[in-house]
């Protein structure tokens, strides 16, 4: 049986007496259910966008990331774009709804927020999780009070129906599902008529001739991290959440104290690259901002949340440890890319003395997701340090539509 509880703790921020009771608790119980050995990495993630847009968003995927393009599932109300790097990288689902007046409970999430209703159809919707015995794990979540979409909810959502897919979050309104498939078996999503679309092709095609045109095609491996935004008061609830629907397990929080906001981490327990199965990080204001204007303290986060709801923030691709005549990597691509048009919020932030690198792009016209890079030197083994993710957090606010000032 896995242990989920024998890990090491990294991180300076306190959390309550509740969190710290019930994390021990729950991994516990999740454990002797079976669940933890049940429940394997991330398999997939899940985008929607606009419609029209998904085309020359997989160009842009295929540019910034080492995903290609690589069949099209038409269903009756999306296109499904399979995007893949590897089997022991997670695939990626892109959907693109068919007609601007869709409505479903994902564009009604949206709508709720006055930047995120602006794109009514775009938004991360969550991740696929692998496991041995779907129907077994399900149940055994239903025990435990988790809701799941009933088969004829998950044809009306045009969602594929080998996938067993929970309801929304209320803390981070991003779904979690569950797939099976034979080991060193091919990944299969049972929706729709499978094709290949030359308009996606012809994309992918775009985006991949330019990243060997550049030579940053060997430097960019995959995902590292996926960032949510979740409101103060449901920092802890958010966490406990995933770990409960996932086999992860909490690796520690460290407070940024100059954006008064915590990064929160969670790690696959089997302790599998996170090339394999990317880590979990919550980003939390440290005080609602219903009472932030007694402190006069800075509330990018909050925000954030405030203007596009509760949702993933940016996905952290990593690149490869090394140097070009003198230029680190993670200089070398973002230079590169930079100079195809695509627009970042700062300058590279970090050093190889720290221990790595990192920077944001500005947030995609087709999905609002940024794409973070982030370069590790030698053994470093974090995700960020305090200075840089004070940097990055600080740049994120004071792009347009997110800023306090413009909504």
């Not at 204001?285 to 596009?308: M, Q």
Request: net charge negative; charged share 25%.
């Amino acid at each position: 049986m896995i242990c989920s509880t024998d890990k090491p703790r990294f991180g300076d921020r306190f959390n309550s007496d509740f969190f710290e009771e019930y994390v021990q608790r729950l991994l516990t119980e999740r454990d002797s259910s079976g669940l933890t050995d049940m429940i394997g990495g991330i398999e997939a993630l899940m985008i929607s966008v606009e419609p029209g847009n998904s085309v020359e968003y997989i160009t842009e995927l295929a540019l910034m990331t080492p995903y290609e393009y690589l069949v099209t599932l038409d269903s009756e109300k999306h296109f499904t774009h399979v995007l893949r790097i590897d089997m022991n990288s997670p695939d990626i689902l892109l959907r693109e709804v068919k007609h601007a007046n869709h409505n479903d409970i994902f564009r009604s999430l949206n709508d709720l927020y006055p930047v995120g209703a602006k794109r009514s159809h775009s938004r991360y919707l969550g991740e696929i999780l692998l496991t041995s015995n779907r129907h077994e794990v399900v149940a055994l979540q239903q025990q435990r009070e988790f809701r799941f979409f009933p088969i004829g909810q998950l044809a009306e959502l045009d969602l594929p129906l080998n996938v067993s897919i929970s309801k929304p979050s209320p803390y981070t309104q991003n779904v979690v599902g569950y797939m099976e498939r034979p080991e060193n078996g091919i990944r299969v999503y049972q929706h729709g008529k499978c094709s290949i679309l030359p308009t996606a092709q012809a994309a992918n095609d775009r985006g991949k001739e330019m990243q060997e045109r550049l030579g940053i095609k060997d430097l960019i491996l995959p995902i590292d991290h996926l960032a949510t935004r979740v409101y103060s008061q449901n920092r802890e609830a958010a966490i406990l959440e995933y770990l409960a629907l996932s086999s992860y397990y909490y690796w520690g929080s460290y407070d940024i104290h100059e954006q008064n906001s915590s990064t929160n981490v969670t790690k696959n327990v089997r302790l599998d690259p996170e090339s394999k199965s990317p880590a979990k990080v919550f980003t939390a204001n440290n005080h609602p901002y219903c009472v932030n204007h007694l402190d006069k303290l800075p509330s990018p986060t909050e925000t954030f949340v405030r203007n596009y709801g509760p949702r993933l923030h940016h996905i952290a691709v990593e690149v490869k440890d090394g140097n070009v005549n003198g230029k680190e990597n993670i200089d070398v691509v973002v230079d590169a890319i930079a100079a195809q048009g695509k627009g970042f919020l700062l300058e590279t932030v970090g050093s190889r003395e720290e221990g790595l690198k990192q920077i944001f792009s500005s947030a995609s016209d087709f999905s609002s997701l940024i794409i973070e890079y982030v370069q590790r030197f030698g053994d470093f083994q974090g995700f960020f340090t305090k200075d840089n993710v004070a940097s990055l957090t600080f740049a994120a606010g004071q792009e347009e539509g997110v800023s306090t000032n413009h909504y």
